[in-house]
T-cell receptor, first 110, second 117 residues
Framework: GQNIDQPTEMTATEGAIVQINCTYQ??????LFWYQQHAGEAPTFLSY????GLEEKGRFSSFLSRSKGYSYLLLKELQMKDSASYLC???????????FGKGNQVVVIP | GAVVSQHPSRVICKSGTSVKIECRSL??????MFWYRQFPKQSLMLMAT?????????EQGVEKDKFLINHASLTLSTLTVTSAHPEDSSFYIC?????????????FGPGTRLTVT
């Protein structure tokens, strides 16, 4: 089985940097995904990590430590449109099933 | 990029009736589609994995006779909520992968908001 934990909500100022953490426990790991979800909409893909280290993609970066069962998503130069829920999801080994965390609601204020 | 559509986007039905939700991959063939349910302020919960031409695999606690899944072609999977009750009101989201076991990304549909009165 899988257990994925994320903090629930944070508020940050436009232009700031926020870090969203995700810890997981899984019997078989085959990659970790970060998704952005605006209210009432489907998740959109942000990043994917399968090896340890940092993946950078524009204003968003994601880090993975497999030995610690830990990942974070870093959002830089926050914009108002970044107000959304950020979900981490772990993919199981051997198939494409994803187990999602509860998501972290980020509210960006002027 | 790969596009997945869902229909309808919103549906209101009366308790006891059945509702069918369609999930289509528009520009690629999806051997595997997934159905999720999301309650307000909750995460996505996987309901079932749908493989083209075979029976769906349901997650523990999901009633297969209540949530009927059909994956008749490589571009279409349907979820039918039978004898709907108010507690079935939720946001239903499907996703699709390009090829089973090889692609690392799931492409999500826009979701279907179901309200059962």
């Amino acid at each position: 089985g899988q257990n994925i934990d994320q903090p629930t909500e944070m508020t940050a100022t436009e232009g700031a940097i926020v870090q969203i953490n995700c810890t997981y426990q899984t019997s078989g790991f085959n990659g970790l995904f970060w998704y952005q979800q605006h209210a009432g909409e489907a998740p959109t893909f942000l990043s994917y990590n399968v090896l340890d280290g940092l993946e950078e993609k524009g204003r968003f970066s994601s880090f993975l430590s497999r030995s610690k069962g830990y990942s974070y998503l870093l959002l830089k130069e926050l914009q108002m449109k970044d107000s959304a829920s950020y979900l981490c999801a772990v993919r199981e080994e051997g198939n494409n099933r994803l187990a999602f965390g509860k998501g972290n609601q980020v509210v960006v204020i002027p | 990029g790969a596009v997945v559509s869902q229909h309808p986007s919103r549906v209101i039905c009366k308790s006891g009736t059945s509702v069918k939700i369609e999930c289509r991959s528009l520009d690629f063939q999806a051997t595997t589609m997934f159905w999720y349910r999301q309650f307000p302020k909750q995460s996505l919960m996987l309901m079932a994995t749908s493989n083209e031409g075979s029976k769906a695999t349901y997650e523990q606690g999901v009633e297969k006779d209540k949530f009927l899944i059909n994956h008749a072609s490589l571009t279409l999977s349907t979820l039918t909520v039978t004898s709907a009750h108010p507690e079935d009101s939720s946001f239903y989201i499907c996703s699709a992968t390009l090829t089973s076991g090889l692609s690392y990304e799931q492409y999500f549909g826009p979701g279907t908001r179901l309200t059962v009165t």
